[in-house]
């Protein structure tokens, strides 16, 4: 187990757009898990709120970890009965973040939406 | 005078001691509540009967005959549903109730399919009767009375007929046109059915669901400074990948080259061991002339001066840059491998030196 850490993305973001962010802090440097992502809100100064997504990682301290971690992700969003058919079907192969059937919480756009999270291994 | 007074008389009388052509709960000869259902639809029967013909008089109800029709039979189904449900309420809780009044929800439900359906909008009262079904078959298989549930179970009925009873009175001073005897028959079912322990218990699975729901919207808050991260571009999320295919690459030149020699077996001789070193360091040989020519070109270029500065506060990582200027001999190819990733993590996620990094490694690995 090595270190984990955790980054903050804008609330406002697509899916796609929040899952790239999560891709790339996860291929940047050395080999890191994506453990969760999931929506907050955070109280700023003045009583402004502002959504964000927040996603913990895991550090491997191996570099050659490299070779096995997932590094291609799907964000569905499983908020309807389309989606929640899609990640089903892109769950062949893949392995779902956060545990078999886990749905994180994240904001798509300022709405908090339920979204499994699917990844792989490619090289 | 004499005439209006013996007429507010019997009307007194007749609405402190029960409407004599209502429903009565304690019909003669029979006290289960079977006879309640059975007088129940034959009221409301009757009732609907006498409203269907007063609108044949006046289809616009301009006297509002048909009006006072559905509200006194609406007022009269109340009388005796309270009365009803006060003694249920009073037997629960003195823990002498009886599940016939369960069975009731089926019964009415059933029941008022039949007396008022006459072609129309019987699938609705139906529905009513069956989803009560479903839930009276369900809960007598529940032992209620065991559980120390009874005053929520209460409270919800009580919440439920609220609930019904204030569209009830709402809709009341509607016109029969917005407002007809069948849906307020519908209403008296709900009503009915909101006073029942099956209800009850549905109801407050719905709200448990919906609370459940609640709390996984529950979203946390948090204060304080907190850094968050631009979103990187597509070509930028591109550079990254390219850059991880090369990390791969340079890893699995690696762990196959480690596959394809493998030690002595334990207890070897010297000249076995030796020989298996040696033919690893050959097989390792071509990845880390890549790797040593990847640092060396990193190290030449000068954009990752402060990269590689920031590299020697981790005492680790200053080992291993000191040894790749003193004694390069002694630097692994792991090691090699763990500056490099830990200088693409010192770079920020800058684009542009990222993109300077790719062309280093696609140079030395293409």
């Not at chain 1, 090595?2 to 993305?9: L, M």
């Not at chain 2, 129309?120 to 839930?135: D, K, S």
């Not at chain 2, 099956?198 to 459940?212: N, P």
Request: net charge negative; charged share 25%; proline share 5%.
């Amino acid at each position: 187990m090595g270190e984990q850490y955790k980054s903050y993305y804008p609330g406002s973001a697509t899916l796609d757009e929040t899952c790239r962010a999560c891709l790339v802090e996860v291929l940047d440097g050395e080999p890191k898990k994506l453990m969760s992502v999931e929506g907050v809100i955070h109280d700023q100064e003045e009583g402004v709120e502002q959504k964000l997504n927040e996603a913990t990682f895991e550090k491997d301290d191996d570099p050659m970890a490299i070779l096995t971690m997932l590094n291609d992700f799907v964000f569905v969003d499983v908020s309807t009965p389309q989606g929640a058919s899609d990640a089903a079907a892109a769950s062949k192969g893949s392995t779902n973040i956060g545990g078999p059937g886990a749905q994180f919480s994240i904001w798509i756009e300022g709405v908090l939406t339920p979204v499994q999270i699917l990844g792989k291994h490619t090289e | 005078m004499r005439g209006l007074l013996l007429s507010m008389l019997i009307s007194v009388v007749a609405f402190t001691t029960g409407c004599p052509q209502g429903p009565s709960k304690t019909f003669p000869g029979v006290t289960n509540s079977k006879s309640l259902v059975a007088n129940m639809n034959s009221y409301l029967k009757a009732a609907q009967e006498k409203y269907a013909e007063a609108l044949e008089d006046d289809p616009t109800d301009a006297q509002e005959l048909a009006k006072q029709i559905r509200n006194d039979a609406i007022d009269d189904a109340l009388a005796v549903i309270d009365d009803n449900y006060t003694d249920y309420i009073r037997n629960i809780e003195s823990r002498r109730s009886r599940a016939d009044f369960i069975l009731d929800v089926i019964e009415l439900g059933a029941g008022a399919a039949t007396g008022i359906t006459k072609g129309e909008r019987p699938n609705q009262i139906l529905g009513i009767a069956l989803t009560a079904f479903r839930g009276g078959r369900k809960s007598t298989e529940l032992n209620f009375y065991k559980q120390q549930t009874t005053p929520i179970l209460i409270n919800k009925m009580d919440d439920n007929r609220a609930t019904v009873l204030g569209d009830i009175l709402v809709k009341r001073d509607s016109p029969v046109r917005d407002y007809s005897i069948k849906a307020a028959i519908r209403d008296m079912v709900s009503y009915y059915n909101g006073g029942t322990l099956v209800r009850a218990f549905s109801e407050l699975s719905k709200v448990t669901a919906a609370q459940a729901l609640a709390s996984q919207a529950r979203v946390r808050h948090l204060s304080g400074p907190l850094t968050v991260s631009t979103i990187p571009s597509i070509p930028v999320a591109r550079v990254f990948q390219l850059i991880d295919k090369q990390k791969i690459s340079l890893a699995r030149q690696r762990a196959n080259a480690i596959s394809a020699s493998p030690p002595a077996p334990a207890g070897a001789d010297p000249g076995t061991v030796t020989a298996a070193q040696a033919l690893r360091t050959e097989k390792l040989e071509p990845v880390r002339l890549k790797l040593d020519t990847i640092w060396k070109n990193i190290q030449s270029s000068g954009k990752f001066d402060a990269a590689i500065t920031s590299l020697r506060t981790d005492a680790g990582r200053n080992t291993i840059l000191d040894n790749i200027d003193n004694a390069p001999a002694s630097v692994t190819e792991q090691n090699y491998l763990t500056l490099l990733f830990a200088l693409q993590s010192a770079l920020n996620k800058d684009a542009d030196l990222n993109r300077e990094l790719l062309a280093i490694l696609m140079t030395a690995n293409p």
